[in-house]
């Protein structure tokens, strides 16, 4: 079945530079890429998604990239700010229609 | 508010008992998840619903079960309450799993508390 990698586990940046954040899976029939946002306390809230038919997709200042041949798929942040501090999860719809999530990110913004 | 509606939204009890928890999908969505984040963890599935049936299995105990009704609401039953079964529960609902690209929405969780 499908397995979905999140690196790293946590990540401090200072704020205003930029954000990365990486999954790799290991199913190539999956074809949906979602990003959430969970801060302390609330429930996870999509940010960016991603088909398997695209390889990039912007929206302001994140940004989501998938390589197919390499099976990664990465989130990118720019000119972060404290409210980006938050844990990031990444997941793949499988064949079976599933989401298989990654681990999460803990995203530390440093004033 | 993401439609998705859980109850309730906090739970204390006692090791040993039995807790329902209830889950009112988006309107119009037919699939209905269920994950557990423990203090710090990632989310855990524990078991989909889509239309009624049982779809996909997580790890979810055997002290656990859930259905989900005619009317698409969902239920998750924790039996025999452990410590360490104190988490977060989360219900997830998206229209259907024959769109890939489909967004699960996330209810505001129960938080149970075992003592």
């Known amino acids: 079945g499908e397995n979905v990698e999140q690196h790293p586990s946590t990540l401090s940046v200072q704020e205003g530079d930029s954000a990365v954040i990486k999954c790799t899976y290991s199913?190539?029939?999956?074809?949906?890429f979602p990003w959430y946002k969970q801060e302390l306390g609330k429930r996870p809230q999509l940010i960016i998604d991603i088909r398997s038919n695209v390889g990039e997709k912007k929206d302001q200042r994140i940004a989501v990239t998938l390589n197919k041949t390499a099976k990664h798929f990465s989130l990118h942040i720019t000119e972060t700010q404290p409210e980006d501090s938050a844990v990031y999860f990444c997941a793949a719809r499988d064949s079976n229609y599933q989401l298989i999530w990654g681990a999460g990110t803990k995203l530390i913004i440093k004033p | 508010d993401s439609g998705v509606t859980q109850t309730p939204k906090h739970l204390i009890t006692a090791t040993g008992q039995r807790v329902t928890l209830r889950c009112s999908p988006r309107?119009?969505?037919?699939?209905v998840y269920w994950y557990q984040q423990s203090l710090d963890q990632g989310l855990q599935f524990l078991i989909q619903?889509?239309?009624?049936?049982?779809?996909a299995k997580g790890n979810i105990l055997e002290r656990f079960s859930a259905q989900q009704f005619p009317d698409l609401h969902s239920e998750l039953n924790l039996s025999s309450l452990e410590l360490g079964d104190s988490a977060l529960y989360f219900c997830?609902?998206?229209?259907?799993?024959?769109?890939?690209?489909?967004?699960?929405?996330f209810g505001q969780g129960t938080r149970l508390t075992v003592v």
């Open positions: 309107s119009g969505d037919l699939s």
């Open positions: 619903y889509y239309n009624g049936e049982e779809r």
């Open positions: 199913d190539s029939a999956s074809n949906y």
């Open positions: 997830a609902s998206s229209i259907t799993p024959g769109d890939p690209g489909t967004e699960a929405f």
